[in-house]
T-cell receptor, first 115, second 112 residues
C-alpha cells in the first residue's frame, strides 16, 4: 500500500497559467515534505520543502501548501513555463527509526507546459 | 563542481552475473542512499548509509548489497542479478538527517 500518493500521473497546462500538483499521504508520522523535479536522463533535483509546523512555503514561482488534517499537500507553479515540463515527485519523511528519517516517494506526476 | 557520480550509466547483463554499480560524491556528505525507480512506483529506497561502515536496509533490499568503506563511495552490488532487478537506479547523498538529497544521474540496468 503506497504511503505517498500522487493520483494524477500526468497534467497538461498552458504556458503562463497555474500548475497544481497534488500529493496525499497516509502516515501521520510524516513531518517533513519535499518536492523533486526530474528531467529525462537526469537524476531528481530538489525543488522545495515544507515542515509540518508550517502550512505554506514559497520560493519564487513555486509554493507548497500543507493541510495536515487532510494529509494533503500541493505544489503550485505560477506562472508555468515550458521549462517546467518534467516529472514531479512528492516525498515525505518522518522519524520512523531512532537514527534516520525514512523518506517515501510518490509515483510522480508528469507535467507538460504547452507554449 | 559538487556532484554525485554513478557508473556505468547503462548496463545490460545476464541473469546470475555479479555486477557493481559505483557511486561517489564530492560534497563530504554523511548520508547516502540507493533507490530504484519503476513505472507507477516512484523511487523506492534499497539501502542507506548514515556514515562510514554504517548501513541499513531500505524498503526493497532483497537481492542487493552495499558497503561504505569510505565516506565518498557507496557501491551497490548485485551478486546474482535477476530480470526483476531491471530498473533505473539512483544514488543520492545528503548532509542532513532530514531534508534535501542530491541525486546522481542514474544507471539504467537491464537483466536478461
Amino acid at each position: 500500500d503506497q504511503q505517498v500518493k500522487q493520483n494524477s500521473p500526468s497534467l497538461s497546462v498552458q504556458e503562463g497559467r497555474i500548475s497544481i500538483l497534488n500529493c496525499d499521504y497516509t502516515n501521520s508520522m510524516f513531518d517533513y515534505f519535499l518536492w523533486y523535479k526530474k528531467y529525462p536522463a537526469e537524476g531528481p533535483t530538489f525543488l522545495i520543502s515544507i515542515s509540518s509546523i508550517k502550512d505554506k512555503n514559497e520560493d519564487g514561482r513555486f509554493t507548497v501548501f500543507l493541510n495536515k488534517s487532510a494529509k494533503h499537500l500541493s505544489l503550485h507553479i505560477v506562472p508555468s513555463q515550458p521549462g517546467d515540463s518534467a516529472v514531479y515527485f512528492c516525498a515525505a519523511s518522518g522519524q520512523m527509526k531512532t537514527s534516520y528519517d525514512k523518506v517515501i516517494f510518490g509515483p510522480g506526476t508528469s507535467l507538460s507546459v504547452i507554449p | 563542481e559538487a556532484q554525485v557520480t554513478q557508473n556505468p550509466r547503462y548496463l545490460i547483463t545476464v541473469t546470475g552475473k555479479k555486477l557493481t554499480v559505483t557511486c561517489s560524491q564530492n560534497m563530504n556528505h554523511e548520508y547516502m542512499s540507493w533507490y530504484r525507480q519503476d513505472p507507477g512506483l516512484g523511487l523506492r529506497q534499497i539501502y542507506y548509509s548514515m556514515n562510514v561502515e554504517v548501513t541499513d536496509k531500505g524498503d526493497v533490499p532483497e537481492g542487493y548489497k552495499v558497503s561504505r568503506k569510505e565516506k565518498r563511495n557507496f557501491p551497490l552490488i548485485l551478486e546474482s542479478p535477476s530480470p526483476n532487478q531491471t530498473s533505473l537506479y539512483f544514488c543520492a547523498s545528503s548532509p542532513y538527517r532530514v531534508g534535501e538529497q542530491f541525486f546522481g544521474p542514474g544507471t539504467r540496468l537491464t537483466v536478461l
